[in-house]
C-alpha cells in the first residue's frame, strides 16, 4: 500500500509493580503515542533505526544512566529526556484523548517522582537484596525476604518509588 508500517513494542502493562505502577505506565505510553501520531513528521523520519536501537540498548544496560538520543534534543540523560520532552507529549496525548487533568497529574505524576527517586522496581529490588546483605543476610535469604516485601508492597498499591528499601 506504499505507507511504511512500524512496529512499536510495548512491554508497558507487565512492568508493575503495583496497579498504580501498571496504570502509570500505560498512561505515559498511550499518551506520548498519541502525541506522536499527531506529530507533522513522524519519528521514524527524524532518527535512524541505528539510533533508535542504540537508545533500546543503552537503557537496558544502564537504566536510569543510560544516554538517549532524541531528535532536536541529541544525547540526554534518561531522566531529563523523559522530564523535558516525554511527559510533556504524555500529558498532550492523554488530553487529546479527554483524560481529566486529575487522573493525568495522578499518574504522569508517578513517572516524574519514579525520575527524581530513581527508582523503578528493578532498582527497589537489586537496593533491597544489597541491603539485606548488607546486614548479613545470605543470597538465597536476601532474594526470598525481597520477595516477600515486594509482594507485600505491591498488594499495598503504593508506587515502587515510594517503597522503603530493604
Request: with cysteine; hydrophobic share 40%; proline share 5%.
Amino acid at each position: 500500500d506504499g505507507v511504511p508500517h512500524v512496529r512499536i513494542e510495548n512491554r508497558v502493562l507487565p512492568s508493575g509493580p503495583s496497579v498504580v505502577d501498571i496504570v502509570a505506565n500505560a498512561a505515559f505510553f498511550y499518551g506520548a503515542q498519541r502525541a506522536l501520531t499527531e506529530q507533522d513528521r513522524p519519528l521514524w523520519t527524524q532518527m535512524s533505526f541505528a539510533a533508535a536501537e542504540e537508545n533500546l540498548f543503552a537503557g537496558a544496560r544502564s537504566g536510569f544512566d543510560a544516554q538517549l538520543y532524541w531528535p532536536g534534543l541529541g544525547w540526554l540523560a534518561r531522566d531529563e529526556l523523559v522530564m523535558r520532552k516525554l511527559l510533556p507529549m504524555a500529558h498532550d496525548g492523554l488530553r487529546a484523548c479527554g483524560v481529566s487533568d486529575r487522573a493525568r497529574e495522578r499518574y504522569l505524576g508517578v513517572i516524574e517522582q519514579r525520575c527524581l527517586a530513581r527508582r523503578n522496581g528493578a532498582t527497589w529490588q537489586r537496593e533491597t537484596v544489597a541491603r539485606l546483605e548488607e546486614r548479613g543476610a545470605d543470597r538465597p535469604k536476601a532474594l526470598a525476604d525481597m520477595l516477600e516485601r515486594y509482594i507485600a508492597f505491591a498488594d499495598d498499591g503504593e508506587p515502587v518509588h515510594t517503597w522503603p528499601v530493604g
